[in-house]
Structures are given as C-alpha cells and as structure tokens.
C-alpha cells in the first residue's frame, strides 16, 4: 500500500510547534514510537505519513488535541502525550478538548490546576454541582489532588469556612487516641498525601496558620462521631478502608452549607478478610440518590508515570472474573 500524506493539522507558529515536539522532540518520539508513522514539519502545518489510514487518522487527533491544550495555555507535559493518545482508542476522544476547558481557580507550584483527562473533568464538574461525591479508580488518576484542589478553591471564594481531611488509620485502629501528640500528629501519617497536595496549593506560611486556627482540620475517622460539620469542605481519602459503620457514621455528619468527597480504590483495602469495605457498601446503598454523585476513573485516567497504568492493567488481568466483571459493568454503566 502507498503511503498516505495527511496535511490536516495547521500550525500558527514555530512556539506552538515546540511546545507540541518538546525539548529534543521527546514528544514526537512518544508519538512515533507509539504509532508506525513519522510526522513530518512543513511550512504552515503538519503532515502524518503512515501505511495505515486509521492510524494516521488517531495520530492527527493526537496532535490536534495536544494543540488544543497549548492554545488553552496548557505546558505540555509527556504524562499529558501518554493520556492523549490513551484516549485516543476509545469514545474519551471526543472529550478531549473539552477536558482542559476550565481551570479550578488555585494555583500549584506546577501552574494553574485543570483537569487533564475527560474522568477529571466529570469529577470537577459533579463537585460544584453535588454537596456529596464519591470519586472511585485506581491509583494515579488525581482524586486526591483534585479533591484537595476544590476545597482550597471553595475556601478561598468564602463558600466554606473550613477544610477537614480525614482518612482511616486502619494499622492504628481505635488506639489511636492512646498514643503521644494532639491529633494532627497522631494522623499525620496516614493523612501525608493530604498535607503534601495542599502545601503544593499553599504557602508554607498561611497553611500552617490555617491548621493552626482549625480553618484546615486534620480528623481521624473515629474521632468525627458525635459531630456535626457544618460550612465545610469535608475529604474522606482512602474510603476503601473505612468500615461500614465508619462510613455511615461519617456521612451522617454533614451538616449544613457543606460538602464531601469520598476517594477510594475499592480493589485496594486493608480491612481485615471479615470486614466489608465502607466503600464497596455505600457504592451499593446510595446509588441513585439524588444529591449524590459516584464518578469512576479508569486506567485510561491515570496521569502518573506511563509505568503506572501497565501495573494497573496487570493486576486486572490478574484479578478473578468476577471481581474484573463488577468493575467493567460498573465503569459501562456510569460512562
């Protein structure tokens, strides 16, 4: 078969065309490395040159999406390349441009944060638009960081008063409060991922002040019973090792004016063999709610290390038919 020319994706400048080849062309080699084709530069455009039409077809909608993000003011990254062209092989491709289409008004030491991948921006969007979220997937795929991005955000536009991060200290149990420290020192560890996403928001300075006043509280899980919170950004992480009644404790507390999200990987807990995921129950009991919104990532969402999302494919395959069946119908039915 001849080789076809594409000359379908049209480049404004030479900053545009080394933004989308990267330093030394890295990007280009993903793509090319990915692809059996070689992208050519001409005067005013691009042109994709391969034996396979369907190929040439995924590569300039690769390029066209990468170029999207750029004339958004997006910095590149090669996580970002990896995703795109992950995308590219299902139904997620039509959501491409439309997943960079709005920043959440906080900034990291990274830039402004956006939802990279089309699962994050149906997690942002059902955040502003639901007092209670559940983001559900694997690891990598920014449920944390996203989270913890909406409740800065929310903190700092005034529509809450405080921020409160919790998550299970599962090798901890109920003894926690038997050991030395106040209560952020106790969790500390357990809550790590928490600290580290905010203080790439935040000034050093102004969160330690803000945990310091309680405007952002650290909370162990079995210390939230009896409360009611009130105006609050609430962040469960790690909810696959929440128990049920945890879990339905924890829910029961919002109060008024507030809003939680609820992380978890339920193929990942760390209960005990006789202990049923919090997670997995409220997965079943609350859906269909109205108020209530399940969003599901896939590995097709992870923005780790391209590594990240092989691992992820491999315990899946690894994992019983059953339990992969739940999660597939799973992902279908909420896609």
């Known amino acids: 078969m001849e080789k076809q020319e594409l000359k379908g994706v049209p480049i404004q400048n030479n900053a545009e065309v080394q933004a989308l080849f990267g330093q030394s062309d890295a990007f280009l080699k993903i ?15 691009i042109a994709v040159l391969g034996e396979n039409q369907k190929e040439v077809n995924r590569v300039v909608k690769v390029l066209e999406s990468l170029l999207h993000r750029i004339r958004k003011g997006e910095r590149i990254q090669a996580t970002d390349v990896s995703y795109v062209i992950r995308a590219s092989e299902t139904e997620e491709v039509s959501s491409l441009e439309q997943s960079t289409a709005e920043s959440i008004p906080v900034f990291s030491k990274r830039g402004v944060i956006r939802p990279k991948t089309a699962g994050q921006r149906r997690y942002v969007e059902a955040i502003k638009h639901n007092d209670l979220v559940f983001g559900i997937g694997p690891a990598g795929t920014g449920k944390t960081y996203l989270a913890m991005a909406m409740a800065v955000s929310a903190l700092k536009n005034g529509q809450v008063s405080r921020i409160i991060l919790t998550r299970p200290a599962v090798e901890a149990g109920e003894n926690l409060g038997f050991l030395p420290g106040d209560i952020a020192a106790k969790v500390h560890p357990y809550l790590r991922p928490l600290y580290d996403a905010l203080y790439d928001m935040m000034p050093p300075d102004t969160l330690d002040n803000y945990i310091e006043r309680n405007i952002i509280e650290v909370a162990p899980i079995a210390f939230m019973r009896g409360r009611t919170l009130n105006n609050s950004f ?28 609820i992380t ?7 209960l005990p063999t006789h202990k049923v995921s919090g997670l997995a129950d409220a997965q079943e009991v609350l859906s269909g709610i109205k108020g209530i919104k399940f969003i599901y990532f896939s590995k097709v969402d992870v923005v780790r290390h391209e590594l990240v999302q092989r691992i992820i494919e491999a315990y899946e395959r690894s994992k019983p038919p059953n339990v992969k069946q739940v999660l597939v119908e799973t992902e279908k039915s909420e896609g």
């Open 31 to 45: 793509i090319e490395r990915d692809f059996n084709v070689r992208v050519v530069l001409k005067s005013d455009s």
């Open 234 to 261: 609430v962040v469960l992480d790690e909810a696959q090792n929440a128990t049920v009644e945890q879990m339905k404790m924890f829910l029961t507390r919002l109060g008024f004016d507030s809003k939680a999200v």
């Open 264 to 270: 978890g990987d339920i193929t990942q807990t760390d």
